[in-house]
Each structure stands twice: as C-alpha cells, then as structure tokens.
C-alpha cells in the first residue's frame, strides 16, 4: 500500500508572485466594462473595489470554509462599485478573471519538480487547493503548462468540493480514492490555520513548507503543529521519508 502525499498550490508547490500583474489585467477588463456601461472610469473605486471583493473573498473563506466562485466575486465587485451591469459583463469579466494567470502564470517554487519526481517514485500524490478568481480547472493548467500534473493522481479544488480547507471534505475527496489509512498520508502546506490544521483533524502528518518568501503570511509564522518544516523542496523526500520510517 503507497503512501500518499497530498500538496497544496498556492505558495507551496507554486510561488505568490506575478500577482500585481495578473490585478493590473483584471483592472483593464473592469475599465473595458465600465467605459462600456457608463462612459468613464473612477480609478479610485475600481481598487477601491477590488480591494474590497479580496476582503469579502477572505472573510467567506476564513469564516464559512468555502471560497466564493469567480461568479461570485465579480458581482461583488459591480454591487460594491455601484455601476449596474448586465449578464455579458459579468460573463466576459468572470472568464477574464479566471484566464489572467495564464497569461501570468506563478511559478514553481524552485526545486519543486525535482522533488515531486523522487516523491512519485513510491507515493501517490494529490493536489488540495483552496482557489479564489482563478478556478481548479484553471489551476491543472497551469500545472500542465509547468509539467507536474502528469505527478498527481487526484485533486481537490475548492471551488469544486464547495468546501475549503480546513474542512475535511477537502482532505476526504483528494484520499477517497487511495486505499490508505490518514496516518500513512503527508499533507505539504504553506498556511497553519488552514492547511496544517486539517491535515491534525484527519489523523495525517504534515509538513508547513516556509519557503516562498514572497508569501504575504511569510514573517508571520505561528507555532506549528506540523511534523515538520521545510524551508525548500530540496528537504521535502528526506522529511517525507522520515516520517515513514517512524
């Protein structure tokens, strides 16, 4: 019976920069639209607003284990920027928000790959990942794109589950076609709160990988209930391993 490694995306297999420019091409697709329906842009309360749609993303998030859908996020935006808007607004904004990481895509924390190569060797492994505008079908493309979903046997996207971490139900649909027990299952994550608490709620190992220093809960680190901490993937197949032979 393989043990199962389960990784999460954001600043753990792939790194958090890039992001200003994935906002900048959401902000030109809002502007598109408001020059559209009104005839003017208020550069002020687009980012007031976009500001304001990553909040509410947070709280839904933090509070409600879920991640609204990019739908969702986009007529938050319209409500909260006052502009009354039809359905080809929303649609082309929604698509463009979720297309905007192909054209600027994150990339893959270094010595990922690697890693994932030697880990592939003996384990499955899954993918867990809470998303935000971007949704999991978009996420396994860009995966795709950097040459590791070919490493994954299963995935669970939040926006496909209805559920975000720490919720089991994460956990249970990247596991439920493995059959191996929770405490022969290694969960990788970057967030204390979300990643490595679930993974102690499900009887799993787990390691809090610290190394996308670009990473805005990065400087902020809590005390861990993690197995482990990683620093690099570099140190990731040891302490995989290590945690095999206990």
């Known amino acids: 019976m393989k043990p199962v490694v389960t990784i999460d995306f954001w600043s753990t297999l792939f790194d958090s920069q890039r992001g200003?420019?994935?906002?900048?091409?959401r902000e030109n697709i809002i502007k598109e639209h408001l020059l559209r329906l009104t005839g003017s842009v208020d550069e002020d309360k687009v980012q007031a607003s976009m500001r304001a749609s990553w909040e509410y993303f947070r709280h839904v998030?933090?509070?409600e284990q879920r991640t609204p859908l990019t739908q969702e996020l986009v007529e938050?935006?319209?409500?909260?920027?006052?502009v009354k808007t039809d359905a080809?607004?929303?649609?082309?904004?929604?698509?463009?928000?979720a297309?905007?990481?192909?054209?600027?895509p994150p990339l893959l924390l270094p010595g990922a790959t690697e890693a994932l190569q030697q880990l592939h060797d003996?384990?499955?492994i899954a993918l867990?990942?809470?998303?935000?505008?971007?949704p999991g079908r978009i996420l396994r493309q860009v995966m795709r794109d950097a040459g590791v979903e070919q490493y994954f046997s299963a995935f669970s996207f939040s926006d496909e589950t209805g559920v975000a971490k720490p919720h089991r139900t994460a956990y249970e649909t990247a596991l439920k076609d493995f059959a191996t027990e929770p405490h022969r299952c290694i969960h990788i994550g970057d967030i204390e709160e979300t990643d490595i608490k679930g993974a102690a709620d499900?009887?799993?190992?787990?390691?809090?990988?610290?190394?996308?220093?670009?990473?805005?809960f990065h400087g902020e680190r809590k005390p861990t209930q993690a197995t482990h901490i990683a620093a690099h993937w570099n140190e990731v197949p040891d302490l995989v391993q290590s945690i095999l032979n206990q």
């Not at 200003?20 to 091409?25: I, L, P, Y």
């Not at 297309?99 to 600027?104: F, P, R, Y």
């Not at 867990?128 to 971007?134: G, H, L, N, Q, V």
């Open 128 to 134: 867990i990942s809470d998303t935000a505008f971007s």
């Open 20 to 25: 200003e420019e994935r906002v900048k091409a």
């Open 202 to 216: 499900m009887g799993m190992h787990s390691i809090r990988y610290d190394g996308d220093y670009q990473h805005s």
């Open 61 to 63: 998030w933090m509070h």
């Open 76 to 82: 938050y935006f319209w409500q909260h920027i006052g």
């Open 88 to 97: 080809d607004a929303i649609e082309h904004v929604s698509v463009g928000f």
């Open 122 to 124: 003996y384990a499955d």
């Open 99 to 104: 297309d905007s990481i192909l054209a600027h």
